[in-house]
């Protein structure tokens, strides 16, 4: 264990808001461009940055600006190595789940050895919901504050048992998901559990593994009675643009979904995309998506916008 975690920099958002759910924000010295929630994060100084904007970009004009940097630099993302020596971290986060995401292991490490205070880097690599609560404990283990942790999680694993209870015995809702649209590709790791809890069948995508891509001639043939599109690392306006960019190819798809009117946008960003502490919120969002009659208190406000027809 580290003797004084008492000076973190967090590389990730999903980790940064680990340490503000467990009362550490008066911890941390420096964040990824990335953090945004709790949304005071952003007053600490800003220590990684994408090798080009990808700010407003459709998820196309995305896929392509992550491979050219990959071809030419090797990663997605640079460390500002002269600010993180400055911030003197005692703790720095990062991940090891993927390195488009967010910046990988190795590249923390490598800006790790360069600062004088030596920090220990703790990556965080979840890759289903198990994994999720189990991050949150590493992190409370590092910092000595295991209790709060512990408690975190029993408030998510609560949260989550009141969700299934609700949704047993309930004829599960074959989804159709797409974690990207250009190309389309359905979803991994965590979300396919995710959405089961919920009380739906995701009819493409495997639990605990990456998510994977599939053409839209693929798609066609699911028959999904509800459509999730939910990119990763976009918010809801994001999602919401990028749905109607690709709105043909999701009503040839999914035609009898989007007639019904269940087909949305959802915030991936805030439920979906980080494997930290929301995760619970997501589940209740999906429940309330999935299964109406059995959530009517589940507020789409902020969170999801139906997709035209």
Do not use: K
């Not at 467990?22 to 461009?33: A, F, I, M, W």
């Not at 709790?38 to 392509?64: K, Y």
């Amino acid at each position: 264990m580290i003797e004084r975690a008492r000076r973190i920099v967090s590389l990730l958002p999903s980790a940064t808001e680990i340490v503000c759910a467990l009362g550490l924000e008066d911890r941390l010295v420096g964040v990824s461009h990335s953090c945004d929630y709790p949304p005071h994060v952003r007053t600490n100084p800003v220590l990684t940055r994408p090798r080009f904007p990808l700010d407003g970009l459709s998820s196309g004009e995305i896929d392509a600006a992550v491979r050219q940097a990959l071809r030419e630099f090797g990663s997605v993302y640079e460390v500002d190595g002269a600010g993180l020596a400055a911030a003197r971290p005692d703790l720095l986060l990062t991940q090891g789940v993927c390195e488009v995401c967010a910046v990988p292991t190795r590249d923390a490490q490598a800006a790790a050895a360069g600062i004088a205070t030596c920090p220990s880097v703790l990556a965080l690599d979840a890759h289903d919901i198990a994994g999720v609560l189990h991050t949150i404990r590493a992190v409370g283990h590092v910092t000595q504050v295991s209790e709060r942790a512990d408690a975190c999680v029993r408030d998510i694993e609560r949260r989550i048992a009141c969700v299934r209870a609700r949704v047993e015995g309930r004829t599960p809702v074959s989804v159709l998901a797409l974690e990207w649209l250009d190309p389309p590709f359905v979803p991994g790791h965590w979300v396919p559990e995710m959405v089961a809890l919920a009380g739906g069948r995701l009819l493409r995508g495997t639990a605990g593994r990456r998510s994977f891509a599939l053409s839209w001639e693929e798609i066609a043939g699911l028959d999904p009675d509800v459509v999730l599109v939910m990119p990763c690392g976009f918010d809801l306006a994001a999602a919401g643009a990028d749905a109607d960019r690709h709105a043909a190819s999701l009503r040839a798809a999914a035609p009898r979904a989007i007639g019904a009117g269940r087909a949305y946008a959802v915030d991936a960003t805030a439920h979906f995309s980080r494997p930290g502490p929301r995760i619970a919120d997501g589940v209740e969002l999906l429940a309330g998506l999935l299964h109406p009659e059995a959530f009517p208190g589940v507020s789409l406000e902020g969170r999801a916008r139906p997709l035209g027809g």
